[in-house]
T-cell receptor, first 115, second 116 residues
Framework: GAVVSQHPSWVICKSGTSVKIECRSL??????MFWYRQFPKQSLMLMAT?????????EQGVEKDKFLINHASLTLSTLTVTSAHPEDSSFYIC???????????FGPGTRLTVT | AQKITQTQPGMFVQEKEAVTLDCTYD???????LFWYKQPSSGEMIFLIY??????QNATEGRYSLNFQKARKSANLVISASQLGDSAMYFC?????????????FGKGTRLSVIA
């Protein structure tokens, strides 16, 4: 099956700093990747759709200036949490789908803790 | 807009018994796909089973089967012969199968606990 990786798997940062999370599709090219956020004991909430070579599409209520998404290649999308605050502490999961495939593959997630 | 509803926050089942996890959905698109994912405490999302809106038969994958009732807009997951390792969060999700890359939308999930 397809594999999606994320790095780092967990990160602790101080309030006010920025954190970059990488999402890679390891054995297929993904023109589109999706970023989700999951708070404890809650569901996955779609943050944005990342399109290779163009601007990301953000869901309502997600601040695009705070959560910067860059999809520079067909195998890499990055999410940068800028000026992180404790309320940004969450589990961030990326996902990708092979072209014309129905299944959506998920990365292992990144647990962000902002102190 | 599409919507997924899972009304059972938590479920308990005895080991080796079968359990049904409920999922209802709402969409105006006639072409859609329904998915079930398992999320253990590690956080990874594990794909379990898929049902397309035009599929005539209910999907089955090993011990997992999907009870698809299109008129009722329900897609319940049935796990047979429960095992202790089945204890996890289970999410129902849907994607409208239109042109372009539409994302999966998830329900709130059901936490399944399998008791020995």
């Amino acid at each position: 099956g397809a594999v999606v990786s994320q790095h780092p798997s967990w990160v602790i940062c101080k309030s006010g700093t920025s954190v970059k999370i990488e999402c890679r599709s390891l054995d297929f090219q993904a023109t589109t990747m999706f970023w989700y956020r999951q708070f404890p004991k809650q569901s996955l909430m779609l943050m944005a759709t990342s399109n290779e070579g163009s601007k990301a599409t953000y869901e309502q209520g997600v601040e695009k200036d705070k959560f910067l998404i860059n999809h520079a290649s067909l195998t890499l999308s990055t999410l940068t949490v800028t000026s992180a605050h404790p309320e940004d502490s969450s589990f961030y999961i990326c996902s990708a789908r092979k072209p014309r495939a129905r299944e959506q593959y998920f990365g292992p997630g990144t647990r962000l803790t902002v102190t | 807009a599409q919507k997924i509803t899972q009304t059972q926050p938590g479920m308990f089942v005895q080991e080796k018994e079968a359990v049904t996890l409920d999922c209802t959905y709402d969409t105006s698109d006639p072409s859609y796909g329904l998915f079930w994912y398992k999320q253990p405490s590690s956080g990874e999302m594990i794909f379990l089973i898929y049902q397309g809106s035009y599929d005539q038969q209910n999907a089955t994958e090993g011990r997992y089967s999907l009870n698809f009732q299109k008129a009722r807009k329900s897609a319940n997951l049935v796990i047979s012969a429960s095992q202790l390792g089945d204890s996890a969060m289970y999410f129902c999700a849907m994607r409208e199968l239109v042109e372009g890359n539409t994302p999966l939308v998830f329900g709130k999930g059901t936490r399944l606990s399998v008791i020995a």
